[in-house]
């Protein structure tokens, strides 16, 4: 089998694209194939070029890649787009009236088999063919996504089908693409990170989600929607996002664990909520799903250039953690995690994403739900003292939470500074015992703090530093590294805050070159590792153009960087 192949499918919003690749995914990953799914699309309904893009093989992949093996065009403008991506052996898949003149094309009369709706479906026999794939394995899949409430589409579907495998075993040409045989896998989940994210956070005792839809974080709540009702998660919809963020706080202080979904624009009208959350230490988990800005910015595009504003997004003083996964795997463990940290420090935590991430898929094996304890908010009632104080000046900063109408004892809470019970004050020393008291909270979540991956020996001669969702590029760039000999880890950062020097500090110290590696254009996480830590990472590779991180993009970053010298 193939080691890896890249198979991209182009063209305009509306004309089946994401069809043909999910159907495809689904039909790989049943039958114990690796793949990595990656999708880029402009923010329109309708036109724009789109693409859908599998890299499958022997595996596993945890990033995309930038050469085309195989290319599927519904438009023309697909193949003048990735004309110089195509490898020397690629397949071009194209409607006869736009095939171009190159080696490999395969121009197909989609108009002789078929009604214009059902290309789509002929495109994906096709493929089929090419891979070895079963019939019937992807007729299955198809059977799946329309369901038997429309077997007169069932019919059409399949007469295409047909059509298209006695056509393309005529007309294809010798090829190596053809899968092996390989046993179905164990049961796998084929999920992307804002699935993840939202079984996660379902999984960790999430009771109400508000929400104002904003690409790429939309998602995360369109997957909790599907299984509110199984899981007993209200959600809300709001007027805007000033009214989600306070609304989740609102359910929070009654004892639901809550969450609100965004991206960089919508956060940006939730600041104020934020610091409401401090003041009145009411846990919410934040997810952030980044994408390039200022404003709109570039909508459906991929970054990572809001940790700096999410550091310090809300006015004042108070404790926060950020949680950046960097896999489906920690989208789904780190949420859950978020959420109880959130309740057991009484603060607002947050989730960063992006949209490469968000939208990015691969199979991974079920969760282990043993492991799953789901958050219970509030204490009880018999383990606060009397009288009842909501923020009761403590060691650790922690003061009992009682739930309103949960007890006979009386919980008050104000966005104003206040004293112990919760009323209004201005008192100057209860001012200063209070931040005080909440500062104190930050030791706990210096004391959870998720410690950085290092995917390497100590010492190396090159350690790339990373964190959030370029994690899988640049875990492949190290790969092909070593594979030539080079000394080179990677140190991952799953959190970005607080960051704990004695968990890194002599990782970096030990190392001969370390390089950034971010998708912004400044070096943020470099900055605040030598805020925190004192260590000046001498040399960055950053990419802010709206796409994600692959190996290749990191490894001609690194030829660029004339500082960094690797010893074979």
Known sequence: MPRDIHLLIGGEAGQGLVTIGQLLSKTLVRAGYEIFVSQSYHSRIRGGHNTFAIRLGEGPFSAPRESIDILVALNAETVTLHLEQLTGRALVIADAAFAPDLPGTIAVPFAELGPEPLWNTAALALLG??????????????????????????????????????????????????????????????????????????????KFCAFYPMTPATSIVLELITHAETMGCVFEQAEDEIGAINMAIGAAFAGAPSMVATSGGGFALMAEGVSLAGMTETPVLIAVAQRPGPATGMPTRTEQADLEFVLHAGHGEFPRAIFAPGSIEACYHLTQKALALAERSQSPIFLLTDQFLADSSRPIAPFDLAAITPVIAGVEPDAAVTPYQRYRFTDNGLSPRLLPGMSEQLVVADSDEHDEDGHISEDHGVRIGMVEKRLRKFTLLQQEAVAPELNGEKGADLLLVCWGSSQGPVQEAVAVLREKGHSVAMLHFPQVWPLVPDQFLDLLQASGKVVCVEGNATGQFARLIRGESGFAIPARITRYDGLPFTARYILKGLENLAAVEVRP
């Open 129 to 206: 063919n090419i891979l070895g794939l079963s019939s019937e394995a992807l007729y299955q899949a198809v059977e799946t996504m329309l369901g038997k409430k429309h077997p007169e589409a069932l019919a059409e579907n399949r007469e295409i089908m047909e059509k298209s495998r006695e056509w393309a075993a005529r007309h294809v040409p010798e090829h190596d693409f053809t899968l092996t045989t390989t046993a179905p896998a164990a049961d796998r989940l084929l999920l992307n990170g804002n699935e993840a994210i939202a079984l996660g956070a379902l999984a960790g005792g999430l």
